[in-house]
């Protein structure tokens, strides 16, 4: 049985100015956000932001790997096309 699970890596830098992605760079998805990374508040905003911008529910994300740094490892439990919006 296969999935169409799609898994990319991120780089996180929180307290930001503002929540944004701001572009790929050596197969990582590079992401500002406003959250410090203080109880998961950084995590949460990732996941609010990558729901809104792929369209997905934010129950369909999870974070494989990272939960404590700022190289995570994202899944989508949906099928999404990660270079349809940059």
């Avoid at 307290?15 to 990582?28: A, L, M, Q, V, Y």
Wanted: charged share 25%; glycine share 4%.
């Amino acid at each position: 049985m296969s999935n169409n699970y799609t898994t990319i890596n991120i780089r996180v830098s929180p307290r930001g100015s503002k929540n944004e992605i701001t572009g790929w760079k050596d197969n990582t998805l590079l992401i500002k956000t406003t959250s410090p990374p203080v109880d998961g508040a950084a995590n949460e905003s990732i996941i609010k932001l990558l729901s809104k911008h792929y369209n997905v529910k934010k129950s369909d994300i999870i974070i494989v790997s990272g939960e404590k740094s700022r190289n995570k490892k994202i899944q989508f439990l949906c099928p999404i096309s990660i270079y349809e919006k940059e």
